[in-house]
């Protein structure tokens, strides 16, 4: 199979989402490159998941543009894929999930049990794969999302604090998961809370504060010397007050 | 009324006994109430699940309409399909009128605005939960509608059921289009009806009984399915 050219850059062309009569995206305007992991951080509310969104192509900006500047004119919904922060799981096993997303993916009928356990087995839920998605934890459940977004070999992957109801041990196993996921070649986009894992994930940080991009460097820096008052403050574990 | 505890000693009998002319008319209640309810889930159910994910426009106007003729009374629509069915009616070279044909087709136009209201809004509710993930899988409006009924399936039961409760239990319509002829459109609703009229109440209440007995074991199975699907599916 020949590698299809890649999608990204994905480029953000100021904008903006507006909703409730507030701006929950301000005039964001960046381009994400293939490669590096981009861990988007901020506080509560600062609209990290909206922006998720928008990129996946799930909300339509209100002003400004959405450009796959690799795409040209062929679709991307395929060659992307999202972990929700509450991911929604369907009644019927966690093999099945999976495999109903390898179905409306044309993966052909005889292939994709095989995928489907791959991918389970890559998430460390091997053993629960004829457990209904729905009565399973919320780790679980976050682990099952990852496994059925990973099994359509996404080009991007976007995640949406997927560690944010996991105990230690399954936080370490999805971060290797994702870091097994980066391995093969996808864009990693994902938001988490815990500045932990952002170091260790990281390559680049977005930080979004009341919907504006104010600060985007490498991680490194970042954590050592952020260069706004909010990222210092939200870095220090204090609310930024406006 | 001194002879009510007779009446229902012989209802009792009737029913214990299995009296061929009860029974027969039970079974034909069943089989025209259970084909009304499956011609209706057939259709009431993929309409549902097409208004609950489609967009376009007077969609309210459409779910309004459609919640209110699920109290369409049953002798209007008795007396429309009457109207339709009839010799010189459009429909009348069928002539299936005072037939059990006529009572399904009533029935079913009685209860598809039931199924396919019920089942739109408990489609509709998934589909909020669900829109968002299954668009990301890559799911088009289609392919999420009949992901949805098939997950939905639990409470789509309940919508059948309700659907299933009301054709047993109406009388006005299969009434006026079967005619309640003995032995070939007499129903246990039209034979209550009828049987009450006459004074004939060990058969009105052996009937009755088992009408209700009916609905109730069906709801009760349906009930406990959903309640075990619900702790095994969640
Ligand atoms: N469709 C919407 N209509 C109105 N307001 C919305 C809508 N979606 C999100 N919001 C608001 O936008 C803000 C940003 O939401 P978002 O979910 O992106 O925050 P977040 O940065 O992901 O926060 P968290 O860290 O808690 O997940 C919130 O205040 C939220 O209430
Ligand atoms: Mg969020």
Redesign the pocket.
């Known amino acids: 199979m020949r590698a299809p050219a890649s999608i990204l850059p994905l480029a953000l062309e100021s904008i903006s989402f507006v909703?409730?009569g507030?701006a929950?995206v301000d005039a964001i305007s960046c381009e994400i490159g293939a490669g590096a992991r981009t861990i988007i951080v901020?506080?509560?509310?600062?609209?990290?998941?909206?922006?998720m969104r928008l990129c996946h192509g799930l909300l339509q900006p209100t002003t400004g543009r959405i450009v796959w500047r690799g795409a040209g004119t062929t679709p991307v919904g395929r060659r992307q894929a999202m972990v929700f922060?509450r991911p929604v799981m369907l009644r019927r096993s966690a093999l099945a999930n999976v495999e109903y997303a390898l179905a409306l993916h044309d993966v052909p009928y005889r292939g994709r049990r095989a995928l489907a356990q791959t991918a389970l087995e890559r998430v460390g839920l091997a053993h629960l794969a004829g457990r209904p998605g729905r009565v399973m934890s919320g780790g679980e459940q976050q682990r099952l999302a990852i496994a059925r977004a990973w099994a359509l070999r996404p080009e991007v992957l976007f995640l949406?604090?997927p560690t944010a109801s996991l105990d230690p041990t399954a936080t370490r196993e999805i971060e290797a998961a994702i870091a097994a996921i980066y391995a093969t070649g996808t864009k990693i986009v994902m938001?988490t809370?815990n500045l932990g894992q952002a170091r260790r994930l990281g390559d680049e940080i977005l930080f979004?504060h009341q919907?504006r991009l104010v600060e985007r460097a490498p991680a490194e820096r970042f954590f050592t010397t952020p260069a706004t008052v909010e990222a210092a403050a939200f870095i220090k574990g204090e609310l930024p007050w406006t | 009324m001194n002879d009510l505890p007779e009446a229902f000693r012989h209802a009792a009998m009737l029913v214990a006994t299995g009296d061929p002319g009860l029974v027969e008319i039970v079974l034909l209640s069943l089989r025209v109430s259970l084909t009304a309810v499956l011609l209706a889930a057939l259709l009431g159910l993929p309409v549902g699940a097409a208004i609950a994910v489609a967009q376009f426009p007077g969609r309210r106007a459409v779910i309004v309409v459609l919640n209110a003729m699920m109290g369409l009374p049953p002798v209007v629509v008795g007396l429309v399909i009457y109207l339709l069915l009839s010799r010189s009616g459009p429909l009348g070279a069928f002539g299936i009128l005072f037939t059990p044909a006529a009572m399904v087709v009533a029935q079913t136009m009685l209860i598809l605005p039931i199924i396919a209201a019920l089942s739109r809004q408990a489609i509709e509710d998934a589909w909020i939960e669900y829109q968002e993930q299954l668009r990301s899988l890559g799911a088009g409006r289609l392919s999420a509608a009949f992901t949805l009924l098939w997950d939905a399936r639990f409470s789509l039961l309940t919508a059948v059921l309700a659907g299933f409760g009301r054709a047993a239990a109406e009388v006005g319509a299969v009434m006026i289009v079967g005619g309640n002829i003995d032995g070939v459109t007499r129903v246990m609703t039209t034979a209550i009806a009828l049987e009450t009229s006459k004074g004939d109440l060990p058969l009105a209440l052996g009937l009755g009984v088992i009408l209700i007995a009916l609905v109730v074991a069906l709801n009760a199975g349906a009930y406990l399915t959903k309640e075990i699907a619900q702790r095994r599916y969640g």
């Open positions: 909703a409730g507030r929950i901020g506080p509560n509310g600062a609209g990290k998941s909206v922006l922060q949406d604090e938001t809370h979004l919907g």
